[in-house]
C-alpha cells in the first residue's frame, strides 16, 4: 500500500529520476536520497522553515512537501547559489553583514530571499520582517539578517 | 519524525478525486496546500490509508471576483489571494486577512479550501468567509451540493463534509462595501488568541447587513448573529456598540489554552469588537 | 569609549579588527556538515520510545511484534542496558547533593515524560518508528511533582524515596553580614515572590550521533552534535566500560548550542550500545517532538527576595531565597548556578544572603543554558530596586547610580567570594540612559499618546561571570572538569600553521577568532591559520565551549603556544638568514624578516618545511615546528553593562510593543567587534524570547507538556523583535590574558527587568507588580485589574 512511486523532477538545474515511498517528504528526499543536505530540517511540523526550497519559482517548506508531489517540478536549493569559487551577491550580502552564525538556518534564509528577490517590488523593513518571519534563527538574533537582506535588495532594486 | 505509511493518489479530476475518497471509505485524506496536514502525517497524529493529492487537478484555482462577488476556486494559494486585485477591490477583507496567515511559505502553498476543509477554529478563512456570508460547492460521487460556511464548520477541525466530498470552490455574494478586522496573537502571525471580522454597508446614516464574526472563543469561528441584529439599521452609536459587544460575549465560551486564558479573550473579546465597530463607524479598515 | 564596530583602522589581522568569519563560506553554500549530513556505508537508524507519563512504573515491555517487522535490526530494553552499561554520569554536579544515579533507558522507574524506554534500530528512521508503533508498554502511572512549590509541600509524594527523604536535593547557603538586622532595620524595604519561567534553549539542529565500532581496531567512532568533545568522550567511556583510547569523538559543525549540547544524553550511549553489538553504524538525529521533552530544558526558579534602603536611598541588604527545579534527574550540568554569585549585581551591598533550595520534580531534566542563572538574578534584583526607588519617590536613575559600584571600588569581593575585577559600571548606565534620552522620557507627561497608549523607560544594570576563576574553584564543586584550554600549533610545508584545538565550532566564530588571537600573538596573518576543531584524536584535551569561557581561556593557551612556535621559527629562521640574534626577526606577512629594517628575508614556507624536514635546522634544535600549551585562567572576569527599554502600553489590553531597547556593554578587548556584536546580539533575541514570549508550559494535573512542539512554544521570528541599539565599553580586564571578557551569554541578562520596569513606568501605578516571567499582554492586563481591586487606578 506504500508502493514506491517514480517521480521525475529538475533539482539545481540537473534531471533527477527516483523511486521514492509517498510518505518521504521532499527535504529528506533531497538530503538522504539525492546527497544535497545543505536544505536543513529544523523540526518537520513546519514551524522553522529551514528547510526552505524553492520549487517552480516559488519558496516552500520542504518538510510540508512530499516528494512525491514534486514530481515533474524544477527545485531550487542553496547548492545553487554560488558558481564556482564565487558566493552569490547574497551569500555575501550575509557574510559582510555576519548574518550568520552557527549556519543551520542560513540555506532557509537565502532561498526565501532569493525568491523574494526574484518577485522584485519595494518593501518597508516592517514587510521584510514578515517576509522573514517563515524561517526560525537562534543565534544571530535577525537584525544581521535583516541588514544583510535589505542590504542586497536595496543593491538589485539599484541594478535594475 | 517520519510519516505511517500510506498510498499516493494523484487524480486528474474531481471526479477521479471523489471516487479515490469513496473507494478509501473515510481512511484517506485530500492533500491541497499540506500546510496543516503534512505535519499531521510527519508527528504520526493522523495515519490515513491514502493521500489524494489533488494538486494537478485542473481549473480548481480560478478568481471569478466582481462587484457582484463570485467564485473562487477551492486550490487558489493564500499568495494568489493576496495579490490578487479582484479580490482587493471588491472583497477587501479576504486580502487583509490572507496578510495575517502564516508565514511567506504557508501562503505559497496554503489553500483556501483547505483552509474551509481544515476548520481550525481559529483559522483567518473560515472566519473572513462567515463575515462575508460565503459558502462552499462541494462534489462528491453522488453529485454536487453548496454549504454555507456558517452550515461547514461545526467544531474544531470538524466540518459537515462526507468523508468522500471535496470542496471544488468557494462561493461569496455582493461583498458589503465597508469591513473592519481585528486580530490578536502572542507572535507575528501565529494562530490567533482572537480574531473580529465584521461587514456592512453604509446606507444613509445607518449600517446595513451587518456581519459580525469572531474567532478564538468558541470551538469554532461564530457568527454573532444578534449582535448584528443590534445593529441592523442603526447609526453604530456608542450604546448601540455597547450593546452588540454584549450581544457578542453572550455567546463566547472560550477555553483557556497555552495562548491565553478564557478570562483574558473574553476581555479582548469586548475591547476589540468594540474597536472593530468604531472603527467601522469611521468608514472601516482598508486593504 | 569606543564604537567598536568602527574600530576597522588597525592593520593586519590581530585583535580589534572584523574579519569576516572563516566558518562562513562553507555554512552559506550548505557545505556545513552536520551530523545528519553524514551518510555512513549501511548505516542503520535509531528511534526511542519514551515514556507518556511525567512519572510511571514499567512494568511489561513486549516487543516480539516489532522483532517481526522487516527492517528491524535490533531492540534494546532498560535491564540490557543496565547489565551492559553505567549510569550516565554528571559532570558539574549540585553541590552538596546525593547522586541520583540512571540508566540510558529507564529500568524500573520512568522519571519524566520523555526518559527513553526502548530503543529500536532498523534500517531507516521510518521503519524504526513503525516498530515503535508495534511494540507494547504497559505504564503505571505515579504521582507526580510540576513544580517546584508543590514538590515542597508536605504531601508531595516523594520522587526519589531510595535516595531522598524529601523532594529537596540540596540547600545551598551563602550570607555576609547581618542581612536580616539590617532588612529590620530599614527605612523601605521591597519584597516579594518572583517566578521565573521554564524555557529551552531551543538550538535550530537538534542532537544528532552517529556511532560506529570497528571491532578490530577496538575503536569506538562518535559522531557527534556536541559543545564539549573531550568530555562526551569522558562520559561515554565510562557509561559504555570502554578506556578512553577506545573512543575517538569527531565534531564537525554543530548547528546551535547555547549550553544545551554539554555532556552526553542517553540516546548517545544507546547509540554506541547497538553499534557496539551490530557492528555497523548507527544514527540518531533527535527530532522536534523529541527535543521538547527529551533534551534540557532550562531556569524555572521561584524566588522570595528583599532588598532594603535608607532613607536616603542606600542599599542596605539584599535576600533572596529561591527555589530551582533540577528536573526528574541530573542532567550533565544540572541547574543554573550562577544566580547566587550575581544576585548582588553591581551594586556596594554589604549584607546579603542567598539560599539555593534545589528540588527535584517531574519534568525534564534542566540544563545549562546561556545566562545560567543570571537573568533570574537580575530580573528580581531589577525589579525590586525600582519598586524601592518608588517607596522613596527616587527616580530609578539616580537611585542605581547611588549604589553601584564606582571603579575604585574594584575588585570588589562578594558575598560568594566572588570577585568583580575592574569597570565602570555608572559609565555605562548613564550612557545608556543618555542614548534612550531618559530625562525626557520621564518628564514627558504621562498621559496617554494618540494612540491610547501609555508610554514608559525601564533600567536594567547587570554583571555576566565569564569564564571559571581556576580548576580549584571547580574542585570544590565537585566538577569533572577543568578550567583551562589546550592548544596545539604545528606547521605546514606550505608556510601556514596548523592550530588544533578540541573546541567544536557551534556558532561562536572559534575558528575566527583563534585565528586572530594567534595573528596578534605572532604577527602571522590570520588567514594562514587554518584552525582544526572537535576531533579528540588530534586535539590537546581542552574543557569545551561554554560558560563565556573559550576565547578567555584559549586566548592564554595560544599566546602560551604561539610564543613558543614563534621563537622556533625566528631561530630556525636566523640560521637560514646566518643572522646571530633571532629577536631582531620577526614574521612579516609571509616572511621572516628583520624587525625594524630592510634585509634579506625567508619565507615561513621555507623556514617550516626546513623544520618539518629535520634538514638544515640549527644543531641545537630538535626537528618539527609545534608547540602545545595549556592554560588556566585564576581569576573569572565579570562582563559588564546596562539597558534601557521604552514601550508604550494599551492600557486596556495589556498589549505593549518594546519602541526601542538601547545596551551598553563591556566584554573589556574585544578580539573581533563584528562578532562580538553578533553575539550579543543573538543572546538579546534569547533574552526577549524568554522575557516575553517563551515558557514550557505544563498542564498541573495531567504533569504533561503542553506546548512541545515549535507551532506552541514561542520562538521570536525575525517580526517579533525590536530593533536594539548596541554600545560599548572597553574596559580591559586585568584578570585575563589581553584583557578580554566572555560575551556570549550577556545579552540573555537584561532583558526581563528593564521591561518590567519601564512598563510599571508607563503605568505608573505603585500598586502594579509584575513578578513574574514572561511579561505578556494578559499578565500585564492581570497586574492592571489586580491594581484595580487593591484600589489603584480605575
Given at each position: 500500500?506504500s508502493d514506491?512511486v517514480h517521480?521525475t523532477?529538475t533539482v539545481?538545474g540537473?534531471s533527477?529520476d527516483a523511486d521514492?515511498?509517498?510518505?518521504v517528504h521532499?527535504?529528506?528526499?533531497l538530503?538522504?536520497?539525492?546527497?544535497?543536505?545543505?536544505?536543513h530540517?529544523?523540526?518537520?511540523q513546519?514551524?522553522?522553515?529551514n528547510?526552505?526550497?524553492i520549487?517552480d519559482?516559488v519558496a516552500?517548506?520542504s518538510?510540508?512537501?512530499l516528494?512525491v508531489?514534486?514530481?515533474?517540478?524544477?527545485?531550487e536549493?542553496?547548492?545553487?547559489l554560488?558558481?564556482g569559487?564565487?558566493?552569490s551577491?547574497l551569500q555575501?550580502?550575509?557574510?559582510?553583514?555576519?548574518a550568520?552564525?552557527?549556519?543551520?538556518?542560513t540555506?532557509?534564509?537565502?532561498?526565501?530571499i532569493t525568491?523574494?528577490e526574484?518577485r522584485g517590488?519595494?518593501?518597508?523593513?516592517e514587510e521584510l520582517r514578515?517576509?522573514?518571519a517563515?524561517v526560525?534563527c537562534?543565534c544571530?538574533?535577525?537584525?544581521?539578517i535583516?541588514?544583510?537582506?535589505e542590504?542586497?535588495?536595496?543593491?538589485?532594486?539599484?541594478?535594475g | 519524525?517520519?510519516a505511517?505509511?500510506?498510498a499516493?493518489?494523484?487524480p486528474?479530476s474531481?471526479?477521479?478525486?471523489?471516487?479515490a475518497?469513496?473507494e478509501h471509505?473515510?481512511?484517506?485524506?485530500?492533500?491541497?496546500?499540506?500546510?496543516?496536514?503534512?505535519?499531521?502525517?510527519?508527528?504520526?497524529?493522523?495515519?490515513p490509508?491514502?493521500?489524494?493529492?489533488?494538486?494537478?487537478?485542473?481549473?480548481?484555482d480560478?478568481?471569478?471576483?466582481?462587484?457582484e462577488?463570485?467564485?473562487?476556486?477551492?486550490l487558489?494559494?493564500?499568495?494568489t489571494l493576496?495579490?490578487?486585485?479582484?479580490?482587493?477591490a471588491?472583497?477587501?477583507?479576504?486580502?487583509?486577512?490572507?496578510?495575517?496567515?502564516?508565514?511567506?511559505?504557508?501562503?505559497?502553498?496554503?489553500?483556501?479550501?483547505?483552509?474551509?476543509?481544515?476548520?481550525d477554529p481559529?483559522?483567518e478563512?473560515?472566519?473572513a468567509?462567515?463575515?462575508l456570508?460565503?459558502?462552499v460547492l462541494?462534489?462528491?460521487?453522488s453529485?454536487?451540493?453548496?454549504?454555507?460556511?456558517?452550515?461547514l464548520?461545526?467544531?474544531?477541525?470538524w466540518?459537515?463534509?462526507e468523508?468522500?466530498?471535496l470542496?471544488?470552490?468557494?462561493?461569496?455574494?455582493?461583498?458589503?462595501?465597508?469591513f473592519?478586522?481585528s486580530?490578536v496573537?502572542r507572535?507575528?502571525?501565529?494562530?490567533?488568541?482572537?480574531?473580529?471580522?465584521v461587514t456592512?454597508t453604509r446606507?444613509?446614516?445607518g449600517?446595513?447587513?451587518?456581519r459580525?464574526a469572531?474567532?478564538?472563543?468558541?470551538?469554532?469561528?461564530?457568527?454573532a448573529?444578534?449582535?448584528?441584529?443590534?445593529l441592523?439599521?442603526?447609526?453604530?452609536?456608542?450604546?448601540?456598540?455597547a450593546?452588540?459587544?454584549?450581544a457578542t460575549v453572550?455567546?463566547?465560551?472560550?477555553?483557556?489554552?497555552?495562548?491565553?486564558?478564557?478570562?483574558y479573550?473574553?476581555?479582548l473579546?469586548?475591547v476589540?469588537?468594540r474597536?472593530?465597530l468604531e472603527?467601522l463607524?469611521?468608514g472601516?479598515?482598508?486593504? | 569609549m569606543?564604537d567598536l564596530?568602527?574600530r576597522?583602522?588597525?592593520?593586519?589581522?590581530?585583535l580589534?579588527v572584523?574579519?569576516?568569519?572563516?566558518?562562513d563560506?562553507?555554512l552559506?553554500r550548505?557545505e556545513?556538515?552536520?551530523?545528519?549530513?553524514?551518510h555512513?556505508?549501511?548505516?542503520?537508524?535509531?528511534?526511542?520510545?519514551r515514556?507518556p507519563?511525567?512519572?510511571a512504573?514499567v512494568?511489561?515491555?513486549d516487543i516480539s511484534a516489532?522483532?517481526?517487522?522487516?527492517?528491524?535490526?535490533q531492540i534494546?530494553?532498560?535491564s540490557?542496558?543496565?547489565e551492559r552499561?553505567?549510569?550516565?554520569?554528571?559532570?558539574?554536579p549540585?553541590?552538596g547533593a546525593p547522586d541520583?544515579?540512571f540508566?540510558?533507558?529507564a529500568t524500573d522507574v520512568?522519571h519524566?515524560?520523555?526518559?527513553?524506554?526502548?530503543?529500536v534500530?532498523?534500517?531507516?528512521?521510518a521503519?524504526?518508528e513503525d516498530?515503535?508503533d508495534?511494540?507494547?508498554?504497559?505504564?503505571?502511572p505515579l504521582p507526580?511533582v510540576?513544580d517546584v512549590?508543590s514538590?515542597m509541600?508536605p504531601?508531595?509524594?516523594?520522587?526519589h524515596?531510595?535516595e531522598l527523604?524529601?523532594?529537596?536535593?540540596?540547600?545551598?547557603?551563602q550570607?555576609r553580614?547581618?542581612p536580616?538586622g539590617e532588612?529590620?532595620a530599614?527605612?523601605?524595604v521591597?519584597s516579594d515572590?518572583?517566578?521565573v519561567?521554564?524555557?529551552?534553549a531551543?538550538?535550530?539542529?537538534?542532537r544528532?550521533?552517529?556511532a560506529?565500532?570497528?571491532?578490530?581496531?577496538r575503536?569506538?567512532?562518535v559522531q557527534?552534535?556536541?559543545?564539549?568533545?573531550?568530555?562526551?568522550?569522558k562520559?561515554?567511556?565510562?557509561?559504555?566500560?570502554l578506556?578512553?583510547?577506545s573512543?575517538?569523538?569527531?565534531t564537525?559543525?554543530v548547528?546551535g548550542?547555547?549550553?544545551?549540547?554539554?555532556?552526553?544524553?542517553?540516546?548517545?550511549?544507546?547509540?554506541?550500545?547497538?553499534?557496539?553489538?551490530?557492528?555497523r553504524?548507527?544514527k540518531?538525529?533527535?527530532d522536534?517532538?523529541e527535543h521538547?521533552?527529551?533534551s534540557t530544558h532550562?531556569?524555572e526558579s521561584v524566588?522570595?527576595?528583599s532588598?532594603g534602603?535608607?532613607?536616603?536611598?542606600?542599599f542596605?541588604a539584599?535576600?533572596?531565597a529561591?527555589a530551582t527545579?533540577?528536573?526528574?534527574l541530573?542532567s550533565?550540568?544540572?541547574?543554573?548556578?550562577l544566580?547566587?554569585?550575581?544576585?548582588g549585581g553591581?551594586?556596594?551591598?554589604?549584607?546579603i544572603r542567598?539560599e539555593r533550595l534545589?528540588t527535584?520534580t517531574?519534568?525534564?531534566p534542566?540544563?545549562?543554558y546561556?545566562?545560567?542563572g543570571q537573568p533570574?538574578?537580575?530580573f528580581?534584583r531589577?525589579?525590586?530596586?525600582?519598586?524601592?526607588?518608588?517607596q522613596?519617590g527616587?527616580?530609578p536613575?539616580?537611585l542605581?547610580?547611588?549604589n553601584?559600584?564606582?571603579?575604585e571600588d574594584?575588585?570588589?569581593?562578594?558575598?560568594?567570594?566572588?570577585?568583580?575585577d575592574?569597570?565602570?559600571y555608572?559609565?555605562?548606565?548613564?550612557?545608556?540612559?543618555?542614548?534612550?534620552?531618559y530625562?525626557?522620557l520621564r518628564?514627558?507627561?504621562?498621559?496617554?499618546?494618540?494612540?491610547?497608549r501609555?508610554?514608559?523607560?525601564?533600567?536594567?544594570?547587570?554583571i555576566?561571570r565569564?569564564?571559571?576563576p581556576?580548576?580549584?574553584?571547580?574542585?570544590?564543586?565537585g566538577?569533572?572538569f577543568?578550567?583551562?584550554?589546550?592548544?596545539?600549533l604545528?606547521?605546514?610545508r606550505s608556510?601556514?600553521?596548523?592550530l588544533i584545538t578540541g573546541?567544536?565550532?557551534?556558532?561562536?566564530?572559534?575558528?575566527?577568532?583563534?585565528?586572530?588571537?594567534?595573528?596578534?600573538v605572532?604577527g602571522i596573518?590570520a588567514?594562514l591559520v587554518?584552525v582544526?576543531?572537535?576531533?579528540?584524536g588530534a586535539?590537546?584535551v581542552?574543557?569545551?565551549g561554554f560558560?563565556s569561557?573559550t576565547?578567555?581561556a584559549?586566548?592564554?593557551?595560544?599566546e602560551?603556544?604561539?610564543?613558543e612556535?614563534v621563537?622556533?621559527?625566528?631561530?630556525i629562521?636566523?640560521w637560514?638568514?646566518?643572522?646571530?640574534?633571532?629577536?631582531?626577526?620577526?614574521v612579516?606577512g609571509?616572511?621572516?624578516?628583520?624587525?625594524d629594517s630592510?634585509?634579506?628575508?625567508?619565507?615561513?614556507?621555507?623556514?617550516f618545511s626546513?623544520?618539518i624536514?629535520?634538514?638544515g635546522i640549527p644543531?641545537?634544535e630538535?626537528?618539527?615546528?609545534?608547540?602545545?600549551?595549556y592554560?588556566?585562567p585564576?581569576?573569572?572576569?565579570?562582563?559588564?553593562?546596562?539597558?534601557a527599554?521604552?514601550?508604550?502600553?494599551?492600557?486596556?489590553t495589556g498589549?505593549?510593543?518594546?519602541?526601542?531597547?538601547?545596551?551598553?556593554?563591556?566584554c573589556g578587548?574585544?578580539?573581533?567587534p563584528?562578532?562580538?556584536?553578533?553575539?550579543v546580539?543573538?543572546?538579546?533575541?534569547?533574552?526577549?524570547?524568554?522575557a516575553?514570549?517563551?515558557?514550557?508550559?505544563?498542564?498541573p494535573?495531567?504533569?504533561?507538556?503542553?506546548?512541545?512542539s515549535?507551532?506552541?512554544?514561542?520562538?521570536?521570528?525575525?517580526?517579533?523583535?525590536?530593533?536594539?541599539e548596541l554600545l560599548?565599553?572597553e574596559v580591559?580586564?586585568?584578570?585575563t590574558?589581553?584583557?578580554?571578557?566572555?560575551?556570549?551569554e550577556?545579552?540573555?541578562?537584561?532583558?526581563?527587568a528593564?521591561?518590567?520596569n519601564?512598563?510599571?513606568d508607563?503605568l505608573?501605578?505603585?500598586q502594579i507588580e509584575?513578578?513574574?516571567?514572561?511579561?505578556t499582554?494578559?499578565a500585564?492586563?492581570?497586574?492592571l485589574?489586580?491594581?484595580?481591586?487593591?484600589?489603584g487606578r480605575?
Amino acid at each position: 500500500m506504500s508502493d514506491k512511486v517514480h517521480v521525475t523532477l529538475t533539482v539545481n538545474g540537473r534531471s533527477v529520476d527516483a523511486d521514492v515511498e509517498p510518505r518521504v517528504h521532499l527535504a529528506d528526499f533531497l538530503r538522504h536520497d539525492l546527497g544535497l543536505t545543505g536544505t536543513h530540517v529544523g523540526c518537520e511540523q513546519g514551524a522553522c522553515g529551514n528547510c526552505t526550497v524553492i520549487s517552480d519559482g516559488v519558496a516552500l517548506k520542504s518538510c510540508l512537501t512530499l516528494a512525491v508531489q514534486a514530481d515533474g517540478s524544477e527545485i531550487e536549493t542553496v547548492e545553487s547559489l554560488a558558481t564556482g569559487d564565487q558566493l552569490s551577491p547574497l551569500q555575501q550580502a550575509f557574510k559582510d553583514a555576519h548574518a550568520l552564525q552557527c549556519g543551520y538556518c542560513t540555506p532557509g534564509f537565502l532561498m526565501t530571499i532569493t525568491a523574494l528577490e526574484r518577485r522584485g517590488g519595494a518593501l518597508s523593513r516592517e514587510e521584510l520582517r514578515g517576509e522573514l518571519a517563515g524561517v526560525i534563527c537562534r543565534c544571530t538574533g535577525y537584525e544581521t539578517i535583516i541588514e544583510a537582506a535589505e542590504d542586497h535588495l536595496a543593491e538589485v532594486a539599484a541594478r535594475g | 519524525m517520519k510519516a505511517a505509511p500510506f498510498a499516493y493518489v494523484r487524480p486528474s479530476s474531481v471526479a477521479e478525486a471523489v471516487t479515490a475518497l469513496a473507494e478509501h471509505e473515510g481512511m484517506a485524506r485530500v492533500l491541497a496546500g499540506g500546510q496543516s496536514l503534512v505535519p499531521m502525517l510527519n508527528m504520526r497524529l493522523m495515519r490515513p490509508t491514502a493521500v489524494v493529492d489533488v494538486n494537478r487537478i485542473p481549473g480548481l484555482d480560478t478568481v471569478a471576483i466582481g462587484p457582484e462577488g463570485g467564485s473562487i476556486g477551492s486550490l487558489t494559494r493564500y499568495s494568489t489571494l493576496e495579490a490578487s486585485a479582484d479580490i482587493a477591490a471588491h472583497l477587501a477583507l479576504l486580502t487583509t486577512v490572507t496578510r495575517h496567515i502564516g508565514d511567506r511559505q504557508v501562503r505559497n502553498r496554503g489553500t483556501i479550501g483547505g483552509s474551509l476543509a481544515q476548520a481550525d477554529p481559529v483559522g483567518e478563512m473560515p472566519l473572513a468567509c462567515l463575515a462575508l456570508g460565503a459558502s462552499v460547492l462541494v462534489q462528491s460521487v453522488s453529485g454536487t451540493r453548496e454549504v454555507p460556511v456558517h452550515e461547514l464548520l461545526l467544531g474544531p477541525y470538524w466540518t459537515s463534509l462526507e468523508p468522500d466530498e471535496l470542496i471544488v470552490e468557494v462561493r461569496f455574494p455582493t461583498a458589503p462595501s465597508l469591513f473592519a478586522f481585528s486580530e490578536v496573537t502572542r507572535r507575528h502571525n501565529d494562530f490567533a488568541v482572537l480574531a473580529v471580522a465584521v461587514t456592512a454597508t453604509r446606507t444613509g446614516e445607518g449600517f446595513t447587513g451587518v456581519r459580525l464574526a469572531a474567532s478564538g472563543v468558541e470551538a469554532t469561528a461564530i457568527l454573532a448573529e444578534d449582535a448584528s441584529a443590534v445593529l441592523e439599521g442603526t447609526s453604530l452609536s456608542d450604546a448601540e456598540i455597547a450593546a452588540a459587544v454584549e450581544a457578542t460575549v453572550d455567546v463566547a465560551d472560550p477555553s483557556d489554552d497555552v495562548r491565553a486564558s478564557a478570562e483574558y479573550r473574553v476581555h479582548l473579546l469586548r475591547v476589540h469588537v468594540r474597536r472593530a465597530l468604531e472603527r467601522l463607524r469611521d468608514g472601516g479598515d482598508r486593504v | 569609549m569606543v564604537d567598536l564596530l568602527h574600530r576597522h583602522t588597525a592593520a593586519g589581522t590581530g585583535l580589534g579588527v572584523s574579519l569576516p568569519r572563516v566558518e562562513d563560506d562553507r555554512l552559506l553554500r550548505g557545505e556545513g556538515r552536520f551530523v545528519d549530513d553524514l551518510h555512513p556505508f549501511q548505516a542503520l537508524h535509531m528511534a526511542v520510545l519514551r515514556c507518556p507519563f511525567p512519572r510511571a512504573q514499567v512494568v511489561s515491555i513486549d516487543i516480539s511484534a516489532a522483532l517481526e517487522l522487516t527492517g528491524v535490526e535490533q531492540i534494546l530494553v532498560g535491564s540490557q542496558v543496565a547489565e551492559r552499561s553505567e549510569p550516565i554520569s554528571v559532570l558539574r554536579p549540585v553541590p552538596g547533593a546525593p547522586d541520583l544515579p540512571f540508566f540510558a533507558l529507564a529500568t524500573d522507574v520512568a522519571h519524566f515524560e520523555g526518559q527513553p524506554v526502548v530503543s529500536v534500530v532498523a534500517q531507516s528512521r521510518a521503519i524504526a518508528e513503525d516498530a515503535l508503533d508495534l511494540i507494547d508498554v504497559e505504564f503505571d502511572p505515579l504521582p507526580h511533582v510540576s513544580d517546584v512549590v508543590s514538590a515542597m509541600e508536605p504531601d508531595a509524594p516523594l520522587l526519589h524515596p531510595n535516595e531522598l527523604a524529601t523532594n529537596r536535593l540540596v540547600t545551598n547557603n551563602q550570607e555576609r553580614g547581618n542581612p536580616d538586622g539590617e532588612l529590620a532595620a530599614s527605612a523601605v524595604v521591597a519584597s516579594d515572590r518572583f517566578f521565573v519561567n521554564r524555557v529551552t534553549a531551543l538550538p535550530m539542529e537538534g542532537r544528532a550521533v552517529v556511532a560506529e565500532w570497528r571491532q578490530g581496531a577496538r575503536e569506538l567512532i562518535v559522531q557527534h552534535s556536541t559543545q564539549t568533545p573531550h568530555l562526551v568522550r569522558k562520559q561515554l567511556a565510562e557509561a559504555l566500560r570502554l578506556d578512553e583510547g577506545s573512543i575517538r569523538v569527531l565534531t564537525d559543525d554543530v548547528g546551535g548550542g547555547f549550553g544545551m549540547k554539554l555532556g552526553i544524553y542517553p540516546e548517545d550511549v544507546l547509540a554506541c550500545l547497538h553499534a557496539l553489538e551490530l557492528g555497523r553504524p548507527v544514527k540518531w538525529v533527535e527530532d522536534r517532538t523529541e527535543h521538547f521533552r527529551a533534551s534540557t530544558h532550562a531556569r524555572e526558579s521561584v524566588h522570595d527576595a528583599s532588598i532594603g534602603a535608607t532613607a536616603d536611598g542606600r542599599f542596605t541588604a539584599m535576600t533572596n531565597a529561591y527555589a530551582t527545579d533540577l528536573g526528574a534527574l541530573n542532567s550533565p550540568f544540572g541547574s543554573a548556578q550562577l544566580t547566587s554569585i550575581t544576585f548582588g549585581g553591581p551594586y556596594n551591598v554589604e549584607h546579603i544572603r542567598t539560599e539555593r533550595l534545589v528540588t527535584v520534580t517531574s519534568k525534564t531534566p534542566i540544563g545549562a543554558y546561556r545566562g545560567y542563572g543570571q537573568p533570574e538574578s537580575n530580573f528580581v534584583r531589577e525589579v525590586l530596586i525600582d519598586r524601592i526607588a518608588r517607596q522613596l519617590g527616587r527616580d530609578p536613575l539616580d537611585l542605581r547610580l547611588q549604589n553601584l559600584l564606582r571603579p575604585e571600588d574594584l575588585p570588589w569581593t562578594n558575598h560568594t567570594g566572588a570577585i568583580l575585577d575592574s569597570g565602570d559600571y555608572a559609565a555605562t548606565l548613564r550612557m545608556a540612559t543618555e542614548r534612550v534620552g531618559y530625562d525626557a522620557l520621564r518628564a514627558a507627561g504621562r498621559g496617554p499618546r494618540a494612540d491610547g497608549r501609555l508610554t514608559g523607560v525601564g533600567l536594567s544594570c547587570f554583571i555576566e561571570r565569564t569564564g571559571y576563576p581556576s580548576a580549584r574553584f571547580l574542585a570544590n564543586r565537585g566538577s569533572q572538569f577543568g578550567a583551562h584550554e589546550g592548544v596545539t600549533l604545528r606547521a605546514n610545508r606550505s608556510g601556514g600553521i596548523d592550530l588544533i584545538t578540541g573546541v567544536s565550532s557551534f556558532g561562536q566564530s572559534s575558528e575566527t577568532t583563534f585565528a586572530q588571537l594567534l595573528s596578534e600573538v605572532t604577527g602571522i596573518d590570520a588567514g594562514l591559520v587554518r584552525v582544526h576543531t572537535g576531533d579528540t584524536g588530534a586535539s590537546p584535551v581542552n574543557t569545551g565551549g561554554f560558560a563565556s569561557r573559550t576565547t578567555i581561556a584559549a586566548a592564554g593557551a595560544i599566546e602560551l603556544a604561539g610564543l613558543e612556535f614563534v621563537g622556533k621559527a625566528l631561530r630556525i629562521a636566523a640560521w637560514l638568514l646566518e643572522i646571530d640574534d633571532p629577536t631582531s626577526l620577526a614574521v612579516r606577512g609571509t616572511d621572516i624578516g628583520p624587525r625594524d629594517s630592510d634585509g634579506p628575508t625567508v619565507p615561513l614556507a621555507d623556514v617550516f618545511s626546513t623544520a618539518i624536514l629535520g634538514q638544515g635546522i640549527p644543531p641545537s634544535e630538535a626537528p618539527g615546528l609545534e608547540a602545545t600549551a595549556y592554560y588556566e585562567p585564576q581569576a573569572a572576569a565579570y562582563a559588564f553593562g546596562s539597558a534601557a527599554a521604552v514601550v508604550a502600553v494599551d492600557p486596556e489590553t495589556g498589549d505593549f510593543t518594546i519602541e526601542r531597547f538601547v545596551m551598553v556593554h563591556d566584554c573589556g578587548v574585544p578580539v573581533n567587534p563584528m562578532l562580538v556584536e553578533g553575539q550579543v546580539l543573538g543572546a538579546l533575541a534569547q533574552g526577549f524570547g524568554a522575557a516575553l514570549m517563551e515558557e514550557l508550559r505544563y498542564d498541573p494535573d495531567t504533569g504533561q507538556l503542553l506546548n512541545g512542539s515549535l507551532l506552541d512554544y514561542f520562538a521570536p521570528t525575525a517580526a517579533d523583535l525590536p530593533h536594539v541599539e548596541l554600545l560599548h565599553t572597553e574596559v580591559p580586564s586585568p584578570v585575563t590574558p589581553l584583557g578580554v571578557r566572555g560575551v556570549g551569554e550577556i545579552g540573555t541578562i537584561p532583558p526581563g527587568a528593564a521591561i518590567v520596569n519601564a512598563v510599571c513606568d508607563a503605568l505608573s501605578d505603585p500598586q502594579i507588580e509584575l513578578s513574574r516571567l514572561p511579561v505578556t499582554p494578559e499578565a500585564v492586563w492581570r497586574a492592571l485589574a489586580d491594581a484595580a481591586a487593591k484600589g489603584g487606578r480605575a
